[in-house]
């Protein structure tokens, strides 16, 4: 943490750069990092090479937000890129091609991280990325009002369900309780997150619950979305995020799992565990990777059945096991 704290001392243009498919606690860490270092007098471009979820447009930070061909046009020459909420480079989209060329850090939480940068500091003790960022932040001395608290603390919120997840710790709720006492808005953050749902988005989900399908004596809960059914219900994967944990919360499930025909062949496994299932594990046996509550995987180039033959029974088999040894 101090070499990074060191290194954004010293530079004077910095490309803060999130994943792609970027949730709230990637966002909130982008954005709360662009906002205090440009604060700073500092130049500042924050990047992300996918389109941001248009939940998040009420944020007026949001619009700042560059992709690569945007990064490209502007012809900002940084000094160091500073990465968040990344474990490996194939997460951050076509600025993976600048690694090697400028001074890279990373401030990441993940378990299944892979150090790629000059400087990283990883700890997945941290429930949420925003966390590191805080503590970044605090060290470089940045002032807090409420547009960077409610900014930062949705990094928290998010990432930890709002405070109900396992990881949300004690730390974690008095990071939040230091956010909010420095004028961050936790109502703000929910309303945007939480209740801002479209009537396609339900009518979507109604589909998704009549595909569903349970396994391994109800432990395992599954559905999917193709393109075909976003087209349907005029929605995209923006719109299903959510869908997953929904799924988790049936009672007697131990993990959920959606697969989502983000683009034609290219299909998102995202998964979620409720108390013991390691999915951090799972994931990267198929060539994904996350938390071990929280995981996922991008296969490209087959059809969600495909996708679903090659990891369900591959999950049920992992289950039982776990079962039988628990
Ligand atoms: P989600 O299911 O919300 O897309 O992702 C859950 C967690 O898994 C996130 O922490 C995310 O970073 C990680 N994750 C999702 N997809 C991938 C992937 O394709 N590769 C890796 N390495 N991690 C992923
Ligand atoms: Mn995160």
């Known amino acids: 943490m101090e070499e990074i ?3 954004l001392k010293e530079a004077n243009k910095v490309l803060v750069v999130g994943h792609i498919m970027p949730d709230g606690d990637d966002i909130s860490s982008v954005l709360s990092m662009y906002t205090a270092l440009k604060r700073m007098g500092k130049e500042v471009m924050p990047a992300i090479d996918w389109n941001i979820p248009w939940i998040f447009e009420e944020l007026e930070e949001v619009k700042d937000i560059v992709d690569y061909d945007g990064f490209i046009e502007s012809g900002f020459k940084p000094d160091l890129m500073l990465i968040v909420d990344v474990s490996s480079p194939d997460r951050i989209g076509r600025f993976a091609e600048l690694v090697e060329k400028v001074k890279t850090a990373v401030v990441d939480h993940h378990q299944t991280h892979q150090k790629f940068t000059d400087y990283s500091w990883v700890d997945s003790t941290f429930g949420a990325c925003a966390q590191m960022v805080l503590r970044i932040l605090e060290k470089l001395g940045a002032e807090y ?3 960077l608290a409610t900014l930062n603390l949705m990094g928290i919120l998010t990432d930890t369900g709002f405070l109900r997840y396992p990881n949300a710790d004690v730390r974690a709720f008095k990071d939040a309780t230091k956010l909010v006492e420095r004028g961050g808005k936790p109502y703000v953050i929910s309303r945007m997150i939480l209740e801002n749902k479209r009537l396609e988005q339900f009518k979507l989900f109604s589909e998704v619950l009549d595909k569903m399908k349970m396994e391994a004596d109800g432990l395992l809960v599954y559905s999917y979305i193709t393109q075909e059914m976003y087209k349907k219900h005029n929605c995209t994967s923006d719109d299903s995020s959510g ?3 929904e799924l988790r919360s049936i009672r007697g499930v131990e993990v959920a799992v959606m697969f989502m025909e983000v683009e034609p062949k290219h299909v998102h496994v995202s998964m979620r565990s409720r108390e013991w299932f390691d999915l951090a594990e799972f994931a990267k046996s198929i060539g994904g990777g996350g938390h071990k509550r929280a995981a996922g995987a991008s296969i490209e180039g087959k059809s969600v059945q495909e996708v679903i033959d090659m990891v369900v029974p591959k ?6 096991q776990e079962v039988g040894v628990k």
């Open 5 to 7: 704290v060191k290194a």
């Open 145 to 147: 009002d409420e547009k």
């Open 243 to 245: 869908f997953v944990s």
């Open 315 to 320: 999950l049920v088999e992992k289950l039982q």
